[in-house]
């Protein structure tokens, strides 16, 4: 059974703290009313309240009722996108070009409802972390957290988090061993030749055909390069250059994302592009350069976590609902930050279907309120089941 029942008092009250969120969305370090209200009902249910994390990261402490020296780190995010909503329901985004498409809403509330319900049945013996992190979408508040002495400040034996997952049905987990989300690298590639009349090219070093043959040999990379049964994505996204029917331009500018599994591999992937950048530019009289600057390093779980995890899923919702041999995504999340501090595990709670433009990060996504007390008992429960009287020693 749920300790936070469907259609109960705190199912309601948390509906009403997700639809305020993502009526009222804000991005990276700028979460100020997020933060301002997260740190409020943390206070409200009585908990040791810490602000300013990150600029606007948000930490509540609490106490189990028995005494314990073991502590665990439970841990959402707030930030929303800088993303055009299109739905028209009630709680749509009043601010003009930002949105919760990813969720973060969701998965703020959950967590306060968790910490509201703990705080008042503190069944557990040690202390619990609650992080509420700033900017996930792209500026690592995550990581920026670490370095301003989250782990220092307060010392957890693992740290946990959750994902919002459309394509999953309501009602499911997904829990991998591994490997959960990708790598993240972005590049720009300069080839520079030397600008020449149109219909004089010999005059000049034309650095498009470069550019369309650097792009075609990038893709050799992954398909001609790696085990196939390893995972690595180049994707060159945006090509500038030129500006006239009549001149051959000085430069091209290439730019792309790259995704993996592993910093071996990001390696991998930023030497092979290198070697081509650089032998075909000369071989052509241009001269290249890459700037590959990595993003999120992978979230990868740990067995023993990612186990723990299973277990609580499964005995909330059967384990034929918690999946396993999920595929990992491409994405990236900033989450790995924290595991690169801490062991733990990040999993995928399913949000309902996606069709119909309910994916992440679609201006149609909405985050599924019926799944919210599911999710904050499944924080109930891990907290409970990491921090056993037991397990304190
Ligand atoms: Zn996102
Ligand atoms: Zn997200």
Redesign the pocket.
Known sequence: MLPIQPNSELHQQMQQWRRDLHAHPETAYEEHRTAAKVAELLREFGLEVHTGLAVTGVVGVLRGRQPGQKSVALRADMDA?NLQELNTFDHCSTHPGKMHG?GHDGHTTMLLGAAKHLAENPDFAGTLVFIFQPA??GRAGAKKMCEEGLFDKFPVDAVYGMHNWPGLDAGYFAVHNGPVMASMAVFDIDIVGQGAHGGMPHLGVDPVPVAAQLISALQSIVARGLNPLDSGVVSVTRMHGGDAYNVIPESIRLSGTCRAFSAEMQDHLEAEMQRRVEHICAAHGANGTLDYRRGYPATINDPEHAQRCAEVTGALVGEAKVKRCEPPSMGAEDFSFMLEQRPGAYIWIGNGSSEGGRG??NPHYDFNDEILPLGASYWVNLAQACLTPDSSD
């Open positions: 996108l990813c996930e979408e992440l990060h």
